[in-house]
């Protein structure tokens, strides 16, 4: 059973192109978010809900918009995509007790040419 | 603002100790997280230090000195699997309890 699942694993896409990442956690944890990994292995917080709702938007360009239906489920649109967004996007959970951390998605290698 | 530094990249010897270092600066601290990422995988939760001391879980070890900034992380008999990148991450007060991460360690580990 993923604990953590996001789709797909890989996306070759062209500049100005919209799209999609999926993320579904069974591990019925509140809060979820997105992060941004670079070539540098910075692993940048992007957004996060908590119960559907969001409580972090960081300095991330509008073009990227997260939608929750649930609080199962976090997705991750991306509008007009640029070359600079080629990176490795990661789902997470989490409950609200830092001592068990965060558990991550496999990862979405996001490749725009 | 919060600023993290860890070495870039270590090699060690399979069946060595080595201990991978992170020094932070922060506003506030409410903890810090060790996690493990291998090579095209997701990071995995390793530990998290509140407490100054040492805690150990197996092989795996992270010490914390709040006073200093400081912290590390010790892996003992090491093994060819332990290579990998160690993310040191601070988990602020105050705001958005969001860990901030540092750019990881590399580890390489060769027989």
């Known amino acids: 059973d993923t604990a953590v699942s996001q789709t797909p694993k890989y996306l070759v896409t062209q500049m100005g192109n919209d799209k999609s990442i999926k993320c579904e956690q069974n591990?019925?944890?509140?809060?979820m978010y997105w992060y941004k990994q670079d070539s540098k292995k910075f692993l940048k917080i992007m957004f996060s809900y908590n119960n559907k709702e969001l409580i972090i938007n960081e300095t991330v360009p509008n073009r990227f918009s997260p939608k929750s239906p649930d609080k199962a489920h976090l997705n991750l649109h991306i509008n007009s995509l640029e070359l600079g967004d080629s990176a490795v996007y990661f789902c997470?959970?989490?409950?609200?007790?830092?001592?068990?951390?965060?558990?991550f998605g496999s990862g979405t290698r996001l490749t725009v040419v | 603002g919060q600023n993290i530094d860890q070495p870039t990249e270590m090699t060690a010897t399979e069946g060595a100790i080595v201990q991978i270092n992170c020094t932070y600066q922060t506003s506030g601290f409410n903890g810090l997280f060790w996690y493990q990422q291998h090579a095209g995988e997701a990071p995995t939760f390793l530990s998290y230090?509140?407490?100054?001391g040492l805690e150990e879980k197996g092989r795996f070890s992270s010490f914390l000195s709040r006073s200093k900034g400081y912290s590390y992380l010790l892996l003992k008999e090491l093994q060819m699997k332990d290579s990998a990148s160690y993310l040191c991450?601070?988990?602020?007060?105050?705001?958005?309890?969001?860990?901030?991460f540092g750019r990881g360690t590399s580890l390489i580990v060769h027989p």
């Open positions: 991450a601070v988990h602020a007060s105050g705001g958005s309890y969001i860990p901030t």
């Open positions: 230090n509140v407490l100054d």
């Open positions: 997470a959970s989490s409950t609200g007790t830092a001592a068990y951390g965060y558990t």
């Open positions: 591990l019925g944890h509140d809060t």
